[in-house]
């Protein structure tokens, strides 16, 4: 690495805590408050462990990566980077300090994180958030143009989720007990299995470009999944797997099909002495 315009003790000092902590290729310049700014990546190294950024960045050209290490705070991230971002698996409890604009992904999992307080407003392509302790998307980006990972963590409720997701949206492994707050429109799949308090497909995206996961239950109004292009149940037997594909023969035509779709699923619980009028229901 070439640090630039390294003149005064602090500096210096900057200098080293650089080549100790941190890796890259391209040429870093050091401003007279003590902000580094690099015109390529950063890597924090994984060799010494630390609770905090040792030196405070301003802009980096490349991605910025400071995943696998202790971090308690993202204080001193930089403002901007080039590219993705990552602070994944470590122990940050808020994501103030990181950059406000992601031009590419964006990975903050496997963290102890209960808010998205703090973190950016936009993300250019996936936000990654599972595996955390976050109890609400309230505060999260606003426009997400990939993929939108916020499963295995507390959420109740989807509400601050964007109006639009570029790929997919996972949100399984909650604690939902409907699909209020789910974007608008998701260009991909729509993953909303293992959440064992899921009684109702209400407030389910009006569009969902491939695949609806969800888990099968009998007390579960289905004729809202037909707003996907696929349904797929992940718990399955030889009853579900006859639902979904009277289901499938619907997908992705909405409420207009509604009425053709309910009366052959209750002709088909007749057929299986199954009672099949709730899942019928819109």
């Not at 990566?65 to 993202?74: G, R």
């Not at 930089?78 to 808020?94: K, L, M």
């Not at 300090?97 to 703090?118: A, H, M, Q, W």
Request: glycine share 8%; with cysteine.
């Amino acid at each position: 690495m070439k640090i630039n315009e390294i003149e005064s003790a602090d500096k210096k000092f900057i200098g080293r805590l650089l080549g100790i902590h941190f890796k890259t290729n391209g040429n870093l310049h050091i401003d007279d408050d003590g902000f580094v700014s690099c015109d390529s990546y950063i890597e924090l190294s994984t060799r010494v462990k630390i609770t905090k950024l040792p030196v405070k960045f301003l802009h980096v050209g490349g991605y910025f990566d400071c995943d696998f290490n202790t971090l308690k705070s993202l204080e001193g991230c930089p403002e901007t980077v080039g590219s993705y971002f990552s602070c994944s698996n470590n122990d940050i409890t808020s994501l103030k300090g990181c950059p406000r604009s992601i031009v590419d992904d964006f990975y903050c999992e496997k963290n102890k994180l209960t808010s998205l307080e703090g973190g950016p407003d936009h993300v250019g392509s996936n936000f990654i958030c599972n595996d955390n302790y976050i109890t609400s998307l309230i505060d999260g980006p606003k426009t997400v143009n990939g993929n939108y990972m916020c499963f295995d963590n507390d959420l109740t409720t989807l509400e601050g989720a964007p109006d639009i997701i570029g790929g997919n949206f996972a949100c399984f492994g909650n604690h939902l007990t409907s699909l209020q707050g789910c974007p608008r429109s998701v260009g991909a799949s729509l993953a909303c299995y293992n959440n064992h308090s899921l009684t109702t497909l209400a407030g389910i995206s009006s569009n969902i470009n491939q695949t609806l996961y969800l888990d099968y239950s009998a007390e579960m109004p289905l004729m809202r999944a037909l707003v996907a292009r696929n349904i797929h149940f992940t718990t399955r037997n030889d009853e579900s797997t006859a639902i979904q594909e009277v289901l499938n023969k619907y997908a992705g035509q909405g409420k207009s099909a509604m009425m053709k779709c309910a009366s052959e699923l209750l002709t088909l619980g007749k057929k299986l002495g199954l009672d099949l009028r709730q899942n019928a229901r819109w």
